[in-house]
């Protein structure tokens, strides 16, 4: 029966509750899931080395026969040890398995075997600990390689997954109309979870992941384009585009950019109609986001309607409230500040004057969203630097006001083609260039070994009249030999930068304390401000011209890039010094691509290829659904291929109601865990 793919997983032979329960911690509950576990990598026995050449420390797959099995040993706490001596021919090793008899008895003297494990050991004398191995002469040499947890080893998954599918292929089914499936060149869903898991070769596996990543991507886009549809049927305030901001382009300092005046227009054209607006203003750090939310504000402000800008952190807030009342007191609105770190009286009286309608802007971190504020007419809600937001947050900041209209601003660039996929309900407009004559941040990576000379640079630069951030990764001395903010600072004010002016701030300083160093710090009363990564976000200080970065290892290539665009922000040819000691191979590649770029679009690529998506944007504050088959980033041309496909689906059947698009239906919303279609 069919229903027995959705039963608990203890239904396949074998499984018992502490198997099952090993299973659950991997969110494996039926069969069903149990097919669904796709495997992270597929090990190729094929590629197997001689064990002279297999590298120390790391995995490997040799090709063994075994010599002799020696006699399990039973240490403390039961622990058994089991070994065995191999050998590929030439040289000899030692085979270790820890606590599996059976796995150590499927051993025989005289087989060989492929064997996948760590190699230890000297040059003299290695050792495999716990490979996973088969038999020399099977026929399919590729195995899947799959997140296992300890107890559970990946030949139980294997037996368990065959009989899973097994009871999957006497009911096959299929959730793409045939002609999508014609139409892409797709495999059947069968046999994709068929290979995926017992691949007949390296291409059957291979396309088989492609169908399942198709599959995905697809349901992933239904569910995104679904949201953006019901979205354009709620109603939002219409502003009039005859409204002019002319006054605002004649108070600004500069003259906007190109990319800034055209995201200026798309918001405004957005504005003017009576669906909310939901888009993602997205440019590098120093394209001059910030005005372009003042542009917005200002013309909802003459249409009589309210906005709100939120910031993630109390140092942004205030900053760009100071920028705001810049550009638009002077044409009579009204902008104001509320923060947690208010008084009391404070916020109960800008409380009531929102309510009263008598402030145009208000700019705040999340004390803004609280159920205690009300707004008169609410309609224009910003968030910059959303990826630091959770998506409750930002859900209940959309709740204010009967659907206000959105901007959120983003200061990660995202591909645009991610971009699509993460925000698929909103519309995007990119700044693509920075401000004329700004120049590219001068990089370099070093060693500790030149800290001294880094920092002769930096009083040189400070003596021309500019300011200097020095970066750490910890505020408080610990185990680890990374610096720490406090001791640096102490240290640099009697050392480094002795008789210059310094300060120190990190997130655990009050707020008012924090206001009070960055204020000096803009008014160029500090010379050089040694902090944490408080002022990766936003922070805007023209006159920083130079930053060190200590512990560089420590940050990922955006976050390097979002500290680094806090300097080279004015006229000023400015520089980033970048310290570490770590030779690792990940770390030297990152320093390579700081130094030789400075193109955010470009360095955001990178990361996202050598870390994933998943991190890239901290743990689940993107509100994607996890996915797990497809890499989205390097799935560009697939989840091209699988919107278009959407598109063509939703657009003869909207609601997926037509009996073909069941299948899906109900799989698009198995992925996004809720009701998001209707
Ligand atoms: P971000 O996009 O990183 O938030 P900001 O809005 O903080 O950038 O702007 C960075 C700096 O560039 C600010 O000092 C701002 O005054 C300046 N700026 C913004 N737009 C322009 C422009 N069109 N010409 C010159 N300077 C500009
Ligand atoms: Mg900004």
């Given at each position: 029966m069919a229903a027995d793919l959705f039963?608990?997983?203890?239904?396949?032979?074998?499984?018992g509750k502490a198997r099952g329960e090993k299973y659950r911690k991997l969110g494996i509950n039926s069969p069903y899931d149990l097919i669904y576990h796709i495997p992270r990598a597929y090990l190729d026995f094929r590629a197997y080395v001689p064990i002279c050449q297999s590298k120390l420390g790391d995995y490997n797959v040799l090709k063994l026969t075994i010599l002799q099995k020696n006699r399990p040993q039973r240490v403390r706490g039961g622990l058994v040890i089991c070994n065995a001596i191999a050998t590929d021919g030439i040289d000899s090793i030692v085979i270790v398995v820890y606590n599996n008899i059976y796995g150590f008895q499927a051993m025989q003297e005289g087989q060989t075997y492929y064997m996948y494990g760590k190699v230890n050991g000297s040059l003299m004398r290695r050792e495999i600990s716990a490979p996973v191995f088969i038999k020399a002469?099977?026929?399919?040499l590729i195995q899947p390689i799959y997140r296992l947890t300890q107890g559970l080893s990946v030949n139980m998954v294997r037996t368990n997954m065959r009989q899973a599918l097994g009871i999957m292929e006497k009911f096959p089914f299929e959730t793409l109309p045939q002609e999508i499936l014609d139409g892409y060149k797709l495999p059947p869903l069968m046999w994709s979870l068929e290979n995926i898991h017992f691949p007949e070769s390296d291409s059957a596996a291979e396309e088989a992941r492609r169908r399942l990543a198709f599959d995905e991507l697809l349901k992933l886009q239904l569910g995104m384009t679904m949201m953006k549809l019901r979205r354009r049927k709620t109603t939002a305030f219409a502003m009039d585009s005859?409204?002019?901001?002319d006054d605002f382009s004649r108070n600004l300092p500069f003259e906007l950019t190109e990319g800034q005046s055209s995201a200026v227009a798309d918001i405004i054209r957005d504005l003017c109609r009576n669906t909310p607006m939901n888009r993602l203003l997205q440019g590098d750090?120093?394209?001059?986001k910030t005005a372009v939310a003042a542009a917005a504000c200002c013309f909802a402000a003459k249409n009589g309607i309210q906005s709100a800008l939120m910031a993630p952190t109390e140092i942004l807030a205030s900053q760009h409230y100071s920028t705001l009342s810049a550009l638009l007191e002077p044409l009579g609105l009204n902008v104001c500040l509320l923060t947690g770190a208010a008084t009391a009286k404070k916020k109960n009286d800008i409380r009531a004057r929102l309510a009263a309608g008598e402030i145009d802007v208000i700019v705040g971190t999340h004390a803004i969203i609280q159920k205690d504020v009300e707004y008169k007419a609410l309609g224009l809600v910003i968030t910059d630097e959303q990826h630091r937001f959770g998506v409750a947050q930002r859900a209940a900041l959309a709740e204010k006001g009967d659907s206000p209209h959105r901007l959120v601003m983003s200061a990660t660039p995202i591909p645009r083609t991610l971009a699509l996929m993460i925000y698929g309900d909103l519309d995007i407009s990119v700044i693509s260039q920075l401000p004329k004559g700004r120049q590219p941040v001068k990089t370099y990576a070093v060693t500790g070994k030149k800290r001294a000379d880094a920092f002769g640079f930096v009083r040189k630069l400070i003596d021309e009249g500019r300011q200097a951030y020095v970066v750490c990764p910890m505020i408080e001395d610990s185990d680890s030999d990374l610096f720490a903010v406090k001791t640096y600072a102490e240290d640099a004010a009697n050392g480094n930068l002795k008789g210059y002016s310094t300060a120190l701030l990190h997130g655990r300083m009050r707020a008012a304390e924090k206001e009070k160093v960055m204020k000096k710090f803009r008014d160029g009363e500090i010379q050089a401000l040694i902090c944490t990564t408080v002022v990766e976000v936003g922070v805007d200080v023209p006159n920083a011209a130079v930053m060190v970065i200590e512990n560089a290892e420590r940050f990922g290539l955006s976050q390097l890039h979002q500290l680094r665009g806090r300097v080279g922000r004015g006229e000023f040819l400015s520089y980033c010094i970048l310290i570490t000691d770590n030779t690792n191979e990940d770390c030297m590649k990152r320093m390579k691509i700081m130094t030789h770029t400075t193109d955010g679009f470009k360095i955001a690529e990178e990361d996202l290829k050598m870390r994933g998506p998943g991190d890239f944007f901290g743990s689940?504050?993107?509100?994607?659904p996890p996915l797990k088959i497809a890499d989205v980033a390097c799935s560009m041309e697939l989840s091209g291929m699988a919107q278009e496909c959407a598109q063509r689906i939703l657009a003869n059947d909207p609601t997926l109601s037509k009996p073909q698009h069941r299948a899906l239906k109900l799989d698009t919303m198995r992925l996004f865990d809720k009701d998001i279609i209707g």
């Amino acid at each position: 029966m069919a229903a027995d793919l959705f039963s608990e997983i203890e239904y396949l032979k074998g499984v018992g509750k502490a198997r099952g329960e090993k299973y659950r911690k991997l969110g494996i509950n039926s069969p069903y899931d149990l097919i669904y576990h796709i495997p992270r990598a597929y090990l190729d026995f094929r590629a197997y080395v001689p064990i002279c050449q297999s590298k120390l420390g790391d995995y490997n797959v040799l090709k063994l026969t075994i010599l002799q099995k020696n006699r399990p040993q039973r240490v403390r706490g039961g622990l058994v040890i089991c070994n065995a001596i191999a050998t590929d021919g030439i040289d000899s090793i030692v085979i270790v398995v820890y606590n599996n008899i059976y796995g150590f008895q499927a051993m025989q003297e005289g087989q060989t075997y492929y064997m996948y494990g760590k190699v230890n050991g000297s040059l003299m004398r290695r050792e495999i600990s716990a490979p996973v191995f088969i038999k020399a002469e099977e026929s399919v040499l590729i195995q899947p390689i799959y997140r296992l947890t300890q107890g559970l080893s990946v030949n139980m998954v294997r037996t368990n997954m065959r009989q899973a599918l097994g009871i999957m292929e006497k009911f096959p089914f299929e959730t793409l109309p045939q002609e999508i499936l014609d139409g892409y060149k797709l495999p059947p869903l069968m046999w994709s979870l068929e290979n995926i898991h017992f691949p007949e070769s390296d291409s059957a596996a291979e396309e088989a992941r492609r169908r399942l990543a198709f599959d995905e991507l697809l349901k992933l886009q239904l569910g995104m384009t679904m949201m953006k549809l019901r979205r354009r049927k709620t109603t939002a305030f219409a502003m009039d585009s005859s409204v002019s901001i002319d006054d605002f382009s004649r108070n600004l300092p500069f003259e906007l950019t190109e990319g800034q005046s055209s995201a200026v227009a798309d918001i405004i054209r957005d504005l003017c109609r009576n669906t909310p607006m939901n888009r993602l203003l997205q440019g590098d750090v120093g394209s001059g986001k910030t005005a372009v939310a003042a542009a917005a504000c200002c013309f909802a402000a003459k249409n009589g309607i309210q906005s709100a800008l939120m910031a993630p952190t109390e140092i942004l807030a205030s900053q760009h409230y100071s920028t705001l009342s810049a550009l638009l007191e002077p044409l009579g609105l009204n902008v104001c500040l509320l923060t947690g770190a208010a008084t009391a009286k404070k916020k109960n009286d800008i409380r009531a004057r929102l309510a009263a309608g008598e402030i145009d802007v208000i700019v705040g971190t999340h004390a803004i969203i609280q159920k205690d504020v009300e707004y008169k007419a609410l309609g224009l809600v910003i968030t910059d630097e959303q990826h630091r937001f959770g998506v409750a947050q930002r859900a209940a900041l959309a709740e204010k006001g009967d659907s206000p209209h959105r901007l959120v601003m983003s200061a990660t660039p995202i591909p645009r083609t991610l971009a699509l996929m993460i925000y698929g309900d909103l519309d995007i407009s990119v700044i693509s260039q920075l401000p004329k004559g700004r120049q590219p941040v001068k990089t370099y990576a070093v060693t500790g070994k030149k800290r001294a000379d880094a920092f002769g640079f930096v009083r040189k630069l400070i003596d021309e009249g500019r300011q200097a951030y020095v970066v750490c990764p910890m505020i408080e001395d610990s185990d680890s030999d990374l610096f720490a903010v406090k001791t640096y600072a102490e240290d640099a004010a009697n050392g480094n930068l002795k008789g210059y002016s310094t300060a120190l701030l990190h997130g655990r300083m009050r707020a008012a304390e924090k206001e009070k160093v960055m204020k000096k710090f803009r008014d160029g009363e500090i010379q050089a401000l040694i902090c944490t990564t408080v002022v990766e976000v936003g922070v805007d200080v023209p006159n920083a011209a130079v930053m060190v970065i200590e512990n560089a290892e420590r940050f990922g290539l955006s976050q390097l890039h979002q500290l680094r665009g806090r300097v080279g922000r004015g006229e000023f040819l400015s520089y980033c010094i970048l310290i570490t000691d770590n030779t690792n191979e990940d770390c030297m590649k990152r320093m390579k691509i700081m130094t030789h770029t400075t193109d955010g679009f470009k360095i955001a690529e990178e990361d996202l290829k050598m870390r994933g998506p998943g991190d890239f944007f901290g743990s689940a504050q993107h509100g994607l659904p996890p996915l797990k088959i497809a890499d989205v980033a390097c799935s560009m041309e697939l989840s091209g291929m699988a919107q278009e496909c959407a598109q063509r689906i939703l657009a003869n059947d909207p609601t997926l109601s037509k009996p073909q698009h069941r299948a899906l239906k109900l799989d698009t919303m198995r992925l996004f865990d809720k009701d998001i279609i209707g």
